[in-house]
Structure formats: structure tokens, C-alpha cells
């Protein structure tokens, strides 16, 4: 069979999506003393302890096809944000809305803007569309460039994709940045606004209240993978005008999110006293790695998300650095799929993780310094 010839051009050039290493992966290659796992902006603290019990009473309907609404759910997050429940639509994951996104409104011809360096998932789904993505350089304080985006738009851009704060840099758009893309995108421009951090940076009085200042074309993502600990489940939400809601969920696959994470869902939301101390505690976290990266030296971005982005001279120190440090048991994130190559992403673990990335730096440094 020739099977270059039964596959489109845009699936040949596609660089799929490469997750970060497991737990077990780095067990079974180097058999660290402790392994922490800070590559994948995940909850370290787990998630709350309702959870599971939510989960376990889920599984007596698990023989049904889950409710393809969401009802309880979906009923629930309106009221938290003050929308018309015909305004949300959950999915499994943030990812899966975006790929019902890039399907739903794209006609040939039409493009994409967002930065160079984002959450790649964006990147990946677009490419799986065949839509052509127009990458505008961040500014020099690692933002989003909203002058130069709106310089870039024209008749056949359907689309601006903003995360916010963003994914791998933690840094946001503050609520007068943010307006002014609002205000400057014309109405034949979506605008998805992916706040998969929003937990982490609502407490910021710069943050945008991007709910109550919602257009017609505005798309807001959130997930329940990050601050809420749900990861493995696959759950997120978008809130959205009804008719755009309504068209994506004729795109949606029809029973995803499945019984046990709507289950979960539920119940992690009724658990906000979780959510105050996985915050705080990431706040904490942060400080200390600022004074810890001030103390040695290190170059990075100050954040509102749960990861910093550290900065090095080159991809190949990036390299080196995230090797040496998966050998100790710590698994960082590079970001070149992101768009910066000679950076490394540092998820904000606990305590005692976050001393395991300390002092195995220090271990790397010095034997580089010694070699
Ligand atoms: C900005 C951003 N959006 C979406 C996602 C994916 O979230 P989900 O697990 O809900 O698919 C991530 C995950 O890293 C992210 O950083």
C-alpha cells in the first residue's frame, strides 16, 4: 500500500503531540531514590477528597451512556458564573473543545492568530484542520503582543487564540490589554479566550473578568485538569454565546465527558476550601523558586499559573539540563514544541518536590562546573 498517497499533506507535516515522561517511564530507566514530577502543570496536591467517593457511587450507571448534556453539571458552572446554561458545553478536556473549535468554524481559506510560543495542543488541533496559523512573536516581557495581533488581522482571519495567563510563560494579559483586543478584533473574529489557569490568577486584581465582559464572538475555555486535580478524568468546559455553543456541540463527540468525570466534577466544585489551599500553596512555591532562581543567578518569568518558565542561554543547555535532572528523578518540561526552545517549564509541586528540584540542581550545576 502506498501510504503516502491515502494521507493529506497537512497530517504528513503534523508533529503530533509528545507528552512528558511518566512516572513509571523514569522508575523503569534510572530508578531514582524520588521521582517528582513537575513537566505537566498537574496538581501535585492531588485532588479534593470528595472525589472519590463522588467517583465510586458514579460507577453503579456506568453500563448507561453518560448524560450528553452534562445536566447536573452544566447547570451548576452556569450558576457559578452567572450564564444561561445554554451558554456552556463541557467536553472531555480543554484540548477536545479546542479541536471542536478549529472543526466547527473553519472554511478553506480562513487562518489563525496567536503567539509564537503557546500551549501546543492549539497548535496541533489547527494542524489537524489543515488551518494555517499566524504565529506573532510575544513582546519582550513574554506576553502576548495585542498591538502587533491586531496589526496582523484581515478579512480571512476567523480566529485569535489566546491563553490567558499563558501556557508555557504564566504571564496574562491585564484586564486594559485585554479590552483593547476585544474592542480592536472585528465581529468576524472568534476569539478564544483559554483560561485553563484562571484559579490560579483570579486573585490577581490586574486579572480580566472575562465572563461579564463577554461579546458575541468570544470563546472562553476552563478545565478542571489543572487547580481542580482532575487531569486523568478529561474534563473541561466552554462558556460561550448560545448559537456558538449550540454549533459545537454538533461537533462535540456525543457522550464525552464520561459519567465518572462528570461525577467528579460535580463534586470537586463543591470543594472550593481545596481549591483556596492548592492556590496558595502554588503561591508559596513560587516565591520560594524566585529566591532561590535570584539567589543562583537563574533567568526566568514570573508567573500567575502553576509552572515557571526558566530561561537558559541555548536548546542545548535546555537539553543537557532537563536530562541531567531526569536521571535525579526530576521531570521538567522543555518547551521548543512551545516555541521556546532554550527554555524549561517548571510545574510547582509540593514542598518536598520542589526541595528535590532545588537540590538537584544545585547537584547539576556543580558537577557541570567540576566536568
Ligand atoms: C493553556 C492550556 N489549555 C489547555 C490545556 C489542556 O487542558 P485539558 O487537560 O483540559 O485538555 C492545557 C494543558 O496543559 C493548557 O496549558
Known amino acids: 500500500m502506498n501510504f503516502d498517497s491515502i494521507l493529506p499533506d497537512n497530517i504528513k507535516r503534523l508533529k503530533g503531540y509528545v507528552a512528558g515522561k511518566t512516572i513509571a517511564e523514569v522508575q523503569s530507566l534510572y530508578k531514582p531514590k524520588q521521582i517528582s514530577k513537575l513537566a505537566s502543570n498537574e496538581n501535585r496536591m492531588g485532588c479534593s477528597e470528595r472525589v472519590k467517593q463522588a467517583v465510586l457511587d458514579s460507577l453503579s450507571e456506568i453500563q448507561d451512556y453518560p448524560d450528553p448534556v452534562a445536566g447536573k453539571l452544566r447547570k451548576k458552572i452556569a450558576k457559578m458564573n452567572g450564564v444561561k446554561e445554554s451558554e456552556v458545553l463541557l467536553a472531555a478536556g480543554s484540548e477536545s473543545l479546542i479541536s471542536v473549535i478549529c472543526r466547527a468554524f473553519f472554511k478553506d481559506g480562513e487562518h489563525a492568530i496567536t503567539a509564537d510560543a503557546t ?61 483593547k483586543l476585544l474592542k480592536g478584533l472585528p465581529d468576524h473574529v472568534l476569539l478564544i479566550n483559554d483560561e485553563a489557569y484562571f484559579e490560579y490568577a483570579i486573585s490577581n486584581p490586574d486579572y480580566p473578568d472575562s465572563v461579564s465582559q463577554r461579546r458575541d464572538n468570544v ?74 532562581f535570584d539567589r543562583n543567578s537563574v533567568k526566568y518569568v514570573e508567573s500567575d499559573s502553576n509552572s515557571v518558565l526558566m530561561i537558559l542561554e541555548s536548546e542545548e543547555e535546555a537539553i543537557n539540563f532537563t536530562e541531567r535532572m531526569l536521571k535525579l528523578g526530576v521531570i521538567l518540561r522543555r518547551v521548543g514544541a512551545f516555541g521556546l526552545p532554550h527554555c524549561i517549564r517548571i510545574t510547582i509541586g509540593k514542598e518536598q518536590e520542589m526541595e528535590h528540584f532545588m537540590e538537584s540542581f544545585l547537584t547539576v550545576f556543580e558537577t557541570s562546573e567540576k566536568g
Request: hydrophobic fraction near 40%; aromatic fraction near 12%; avoid cysteine.
Open 119 to 179: 500551549f501546543v495542543g492549539f497548535f496541533v488541533q489547527a494542524g489537524v484542520r489543515g488551518i494555517s496559523v499566524n504565529r506573532i512573536p510575544l513582546d519582550q516581557n513574554y506576553k502576548f503582543d495585542v498591538d502587533a495581533i491586531l496589526d496582523s488581522v484581515n478579512d480571512d482571519t476567523k480566529m485569535v487564540y489566546l491563553a490567558n495567563p499563558n501556557n508555557p510563560t504564566g504571564t496574562f494579559l491585564v484586564r486594559d490589554e485585554y479590552l
Open 219 to 292: 470563546v472562553i475555555l476552563r478545565t478542571f485538569s489543572k487547580a481542580y486535580g482532575l487531569a486523568g478524568f478529561r474534563i473541561g468546559y466552554a462558556i460561550a454565546h448560545e448559537r456558538l455553543i449550540s454549533e459545537m456541540s454538533k461537533v462535540r463527540l456525543t457522550f464525552e465527558p464520561t459519567t465518572p468525570a462528570q461525577a467528579a466534577a460535580l463534586a470537586a466544585l463543591d470543594d472550593q476550601e481545596f481549591i483556596s489551599r492548592s492556590v496558595d500553596s502554588v503561591s508559596r512555591g513560587r516565591e520560594s523558586l524566585y529566591s532561590f
